[in-house]
């Protein structure tokens, strides 16, 4: 039977599920243990139906949120509804059946009210380690299979009627370096969706079960709705779009990222056909992870800020053959594929720059997401150093890239502090990189520089970034941002260029400088006001040499001024040429 719900409950509802979403974020980013959550926010969470379809979700992960339906739906085969109690918790980090690597554990609480089931809270939260060869568990070079990355769990009860399985806990344990932090997080996790199931019980309680469950339904019907609409304002057609990853580790070859994007009739396809096959490193990215970062660049360019739910979705269809790379058969090994989310964002994002030129943005800086295993001789125990080294946004039509801001996740540039309290180790050094950004109408974001030195001996370094080799594109006659780099320089002072995937050891008294590609501009930079880049010149983001090079403004005098005369014959000169 349907009900009809008033527009004023329904937004009560709507803004309550959001809410959810969101309070369950703060609890867990409140109670978590290691620094992978607390600090570098890698965590998602969302609000199911009673029938495992998605309602609402957190602002958080692209990558965690684009593939959470589809995992509640995988993990709801194992264990069906109508076997689940109050204060269960089933937990899965397959990658086939989750975001994409193992270090990402889902949680799914089933949510009862009066007992009937009702919905379900779903968070998850990339554990610090979970074993496997290296510290971190996303060593991308010499690992050939998914068994070497860490323990796996098929979906699992974890708890049953609010007691935790204390020998599921025990095998975690026993497989992972930092196990105070793991299970810390892992229980933070249950803690969490707790808040959230109580936040759907008290709408429950406010407005009825029926009213409730209508509400929901009208909006993942709604969205629905909304999302075909929007897409239906898109030109129509299939656009193409190709661009590379550097590589899978040393001395091995780029993955070739190709992709077709179709729009017509609602609905946006997006298909790798023609894109590089799975390898043997740690970087595939599983069809759940590929079609996360799908539905975040479609939904960027047509309703950024409409609610993620199951029906704007239903909308978005990801093709990829089965043992590319985009699609990779079990067990491809996958640990380091978080570097491959802005290569499927910035490819899609170049196809439909296509049909949307408007609503799209340059590619980004990329970043660093690296691990280092060290003993903390302060603690007598392991350390992790897990770290985000974060650039600019990629530049759009009438706006610059932003500095040092993540994009297309959720992400944030690790605090120094907080990282030298906990691990063995002084950063140095945290600045942007002048000439870094690509130049255009509007300047692309710069990259982001960060170093620092090992206080102990014998650390296990496991790079992990990208574009070292291909630059971030620029868009609309606008210029690649600068290649990034890593330097590692020997207490001694010898410096020596690292791998961006490369596994390396490192000595007490050594610096690791992590520097990010810059963003790619967008438009003619010879239509760039001058009078932004003189700010740009006195704010350290572009040298006089690169204004006259790049942009054809040429400054003088004290203070620094733009030569007006000279600025309009140089690219006069420089167009003609």
């Given at each position: 039977?349907?009900?009809?719900?008033?527009?004023?409950?329904?937004?009560?509802?709507?803004?309550?599920?959001?809410?959810?979403?969101?309070?369950m974020g703060a609890t867990l980013r409140r109670?978590?243990?290691?620094?992978?959550?607390?600090?570098?926010?890698?965590?998602?969470?969302g609000m199911f139906d009673a029938e495992g379809?998605?309602?609402?979700?957190?602002?958080?992960?692209?990558?965690?949120?684009?593939?959470?339906?589809?995992?509640?739906?995988?993990?709801?085969?194992?264990?069906?509804?109508?076997?689940?109690?109050?204060?269960?918790?089933?937990?899965?980090?397959?990658?086939?059946?989750?975001?994409?690597?193992?270090?990402?554990?889902?949680?799914?609480?089933?949510?009862?009210?009066?007992?009937?089931?009702?919905?379900?809270?779903?968070?998850?939260?990339?554990?610090?380690?979970?074993?496997?060869?290296?510290?971190?568990?996303?060593?991308?070079?010499?690992?050939?299979?998914?068994?070497?990355?860490?323990?796996?769990?098929?979906?699992?009860?974890?708890?049953?009627?609010?007691?935790?399985?204390?020998?599921?806990?025990?095998?975690?344990?026993?497989?992972?370096?930092?196990?105070?932090?793991?299970?810390?997080?892992?229980?933070?996790?249950?803690?969490?969706?707790?808040?959230?199931?109580?936040?759907?019980?008290?709408?429950?309680?406010?407005?009825?079960?029926?009213?409730?469950?209508?509400?929901?339904?009208?909006?993942?019907?709604?969205?629905?709705?909304?999302?075909?609409?929007?897409?239906?304002?898109?030109?129509?057609?299939?656009?193409?779009?190709?661009?590379?990853?550097?590589?899978?580790?040393?001395?091995?070859?780029?993955?070739?990222?190709?992709?077709?994007?179709?729009?017509?009739?609602?609905?946006?396809?997006?298909?790798?056909?023609?894109?590089?096959?799975?390898?043997?490193?740690?970087?595939?990215?599983?069809?759940?992870?590929?079609?996360?970062?799908?539905?975040?660049?479609?939904?960027?360019?047509?309703?950024?800020?409409?609610?993620?739910?199951?029906?704007?979705?239903?909308?978005?269809?990801?093709?990829?053959?089965?043992?590319?790379?985009?699609?990779?058969?079990?067990?491809?090994?996958?640990?380091?594929?978080?570097?491959?989310?802005?290569?499927?964002?910035?490819?899609?994002?170049?196809?439909?720059?296509?049909?949307?030129?408007?609503?799209?943005?340059?590619?980004?800086?990329?970043?660093?997401?690296?691990?280092?295993?060290?003993?903390?001789?302060?603690?007598?125990?392991?350390?992790?150093?897990?770290?985000?080294?974060?650039?600019?946004?990629?530049?759009?039509?009438?706006?610059?890239?932003?500095?040092?801001?993540?994009?297309?996740?959720?992400?944030?540039?690790?605090?120094?502090?907080?990282?030298?309290?906990?691990?063995?180790?002084?950063?140095?050094?945290?600045?942007?990189?002048?000439?870094?950004?690509?130049?255009?109408?509007?300047?692309?974001?710069?990259?982001?520089?960060?170093?620092?030195?090992?206080?102990?001996?014998?650390?296990?370094?496991?790079?992990?970034?990208?574009?070292?080799?291909?630059?971030?594109?620029?868009?609309?006659?606008?210029?690649?941002?600068?290649?990034?780099?890593?330097?590692?320089?020997?207490?001694?002072?010898?410096?020596?260029?690292?791998?961006?995937?490369?596994?390396?050891?490192?000595?007490?008294?050594?610096?690791?400088?992590?520097?990010?590609?810059?963003?790619?501009?967008?438009?003619?930079?010879?239509?760039?006001?001058?009078?932004?880049?003189?700010?740009?010149?006195?704010?350290?983001?572009?040298?006089?040499?690169?204004?006259?090079?790049?942009?054809?403004?040429?400054?003088?005098?004290?203070?620094?001024?733009?030569?007006?005369?000279?600025?309009?014959?140089?690219?006069?000169?420089?167009?003609?040429?």
């Amino acid at each position: 039977m349907t009900i009809q719900v008033d527009p004023v409950t329904f937004s009560v509802i709507w803004g309550g599920l959001v809410s959810a979403s969101a309070e369950m974020g703060a609890t867990l980013r409140r109670t978590a243990y290691s620094s992978a959550v607390r600090e570098g926010t890698d965590y998602s969470t969302g609000m199911f139906d009673a029938e495992g379809n998605m309602v609402s979700q957190g602002d958080y992960s692209p990558g965690h949120l684009g593939s959470m339906a589809y995992t509640v739906g995988k993990m709801l085969q194992y264990y069906p509804a109508d076997t689940l109690r109050p204060g269960d918790a089933i937990i899965s980090n397959d990658p086939g059946i989750g975001s994409g690597h193992l270090p990402d554990v889902y949680m799914v609480c089933p949510i009862f009210f009066d007992d009937e089931l009702i919905g379900f809270a779903v968070n998850i939260a990339h554990q610090i380690d979970i074993g496997g060869a290296g510290s971190g568990s996303q060593v991308v070079h010499g690992i050939l299979d998914n068994y070497q990355e860490g323990i796996r769990f098929l979906p699992t009860m974890l708890y049953r009627a609010g007691e935790p399985s204390e020998e599921i806990f025990r095998i975690i344990e026993a497989n992972v370096r930092m196990a105070a932090e793991v299970i810390g997080d892992i229980r933070a996790q249950y803690i969490a969706n707790q808040a959230g199931g109580a936040r759907m019980q008290a709408l429950a309680r406010s407005y009825g079960v029926p009213v409730l469950r209508q509400a929901m339904r009208d909006l993942i019907e709604r969205s629905e709705v909304e999302m075909r609409e929007a897409i239906n304002r898109l030109k129509s057609g299939t656009y193409h779009f190709e661009d590379r990853l550097d590589d899978v580790g040393p001395d091995t070859e780029p993955v070739v990222a190709k992709v077709a994007v179709t729009i017509a009739d609602g609905t946006v396809t997006v298909d790798w056909t023609g894109s590089g096959p799975q390898r043997e490193a740690g970087l595939n990215a599983y069809l759940s992870y590929t079609n996360a970062y799908a539905l975040a660049a479609v939904k960027a360019v047509t309703l950024p800020l409409l609610p993620q739910n199951a029906g704007l979705m239903r909308t978005i269809r990801t093709v990829a053959p089965e043992g590319c790379f985009f699609n990779p058969r079990r067990p491809a090994p996958c640990g380091g594929r978080a570097t491959v989310s802005h290569r499927i964002y910035e490819v899609i994002m170049g196809a439909l720059a296509q049909a949307a030129p408007d609503k799209v943005i340059a590619a980004n800086s990329h970043f660093f997401n690296p691990n280092i295993g060290i003993h903390n001789p302060r603690t007598g125990r392991m350390s992790i150093v897990w770290e985000t080294i974060i650039g600019g946004v990629g530049a759009r039509e009438g706006a610059d890239g932003a500095e040092a801001l993540a994009s297309p996740w959720n992400g944030t540039n690790m605090p120094a502090e907080m990282q030298e309290i906990s691990c063995p180790i002084l950063v140095e050094r945290v600045e942007l990189i002048p000439d870094s950004a690509g130049p255009g109408r509007w300047r692309g974001g710069s990259g982001m520089r960060k170093d620092m030195r090992m206080l102990a001996p014998d650390g296990n370094f496991y790079n992990l970034g990208d574009r070292h080799r291909f630059a971030p594109y620029g868009l609309a006659g606008g210029k690649p941002g600068a290649l990034g780099r890593t330097i590692v320089t020997s207490a001694g002072g010898d410096s020596r260029a690292v791998h961006s995937k490369g596994n390396y050891r490192l000595g007490e008294g050594d610096v690791v400088s992590w520097q990010t590609a810059g963003a790619g501009g967008f438009g003619d930079p010879l239509e760039r006001d001058p009078a932004a880049v003189l700010r740009d010149v006195l704010g350290n983001f572009v040298s006089r040499e690169s204004a006259k090079r790049d942009y054809g403004v040429v400054l003088a005098g004290a203070p620094l001024a733009v030569d007006a005369v000279a600025t309009e014959k140089l690219r006069r000169e420089m167009r003609a040429a």
